[in-house]
């Protein structure tokens, strides 16, 4: 069975301080692995990595994805309280599916 | 910005009565998708669909149904609504080129209370 799981569940920060978000994936028909921010509402894309496009950056953003593990971590530098969102980790199976994790709940303290 | 619509953002409703929720996208995208995501939980793929006339039910058993007439128009039906519907409802869509899977672009999503 596909599945997709995030680690933590949940992380309480400071600002300033740096975090690492993972996400570890099993899914036939491997295309892609997407990173989204939900906050009060729809998620928001953030970064699509593929076999052809391992590591992404944008900003304080940054993401890897290790094909040979498996897996995938989002780094957020200089956290702001603005960053408190969860984070929810995709991966692309086939030509149509995407299976989510539950997703990581961040909370940036002032 | 992704140009995806959802209405209602919000509703409640009597148990038994009909709804639709509506969705629309102006990107031309050929991929529609529903999700219902319940809280703090992930989000659990019931519909899709490739192009016009074409739709699949997706991985999570949903009573509704939905329909796809126009490209940018993808609204899911229920025909008696049920306690157990209450959730979150997101619509999203996606490019289909190549064989290649694209991101996917959310709605604001229609939250749902059947009382």
């Known amino acids: 069975e596909d599945k997709v799981v995030q680690s933590p569940l949940s992380l309480v920060v400071h600002e300033g301080d740096t975090v690492t978000l993972n996400c570890s994936y099993e899914?036939?028909?491997?295309?892609?692995l997407l990173w989204y921010k939900q906050e009060k509402k729809a998620p928001t894309f953030l970064f699509m990595l593929?076999?052809?496009?391992i590591e992404k950056k944008s900003g304080r953003l940054s993401s890897i994805l290790d094909k040979k593990e498996l897996s995938s971590i989002l780094n957020i530098t200089a956290t702001q309280t603005g960053d408190s969102a969860i984070y929810l980790c995709?991966?692309?199976?086939?030509?149509?599916?995407?299976?989510f994790g539950t997703g990581t709940r961040l909370k940036v303290l002032a | 910005e992704a140009d995806i619509y959802q209405t209602p953002r919000y509703l409640v409703i009597g148990t038994g009565k009909k709804i639709t929720l509506e969705c629309s996208q102006t990107?031309?995208?050929?991929?529609m998708y529903w999700y219902q995501q319940d809280p703090g939980m992930e989000l659990h793929l019931i519909h899709y669909?490739?192009?016009?006339?074409?739709?699949e039910k997706g991985d999570l058993s949903s009573e509704s149904t939905v329909s796809r007439i126009r490209t940018e128009h993808f609204p899911l039906t229920l025909e008696s609504a049920r306690p157990s519907h209450t959730s979150q409802y997101l619509c999203?869509?996606?490019?289909?080129?190549?064989?290649?899977?694209?991101?996917?672009?959310f709605g604001p999503g229609t939250r749902l209370t059947v009382t």
């Open positions: 669909s490739y192009g016009v006339n074409s739709t």
């Open positions: 995709a991966s692309g199976s086939g030509t149509y599916k995407y299976i």
């Open positions: 999203a869509s996606s490019e289909l080129a190549g064989g290649l899977t694209y991101e996917q672009y």
């Open positions: 593929t076999s052809s496009g």
């Open positions: 990107m031309g995208h050929d991929k």
């Open positions: 899914v036939t028909n491997f295309r892609s």
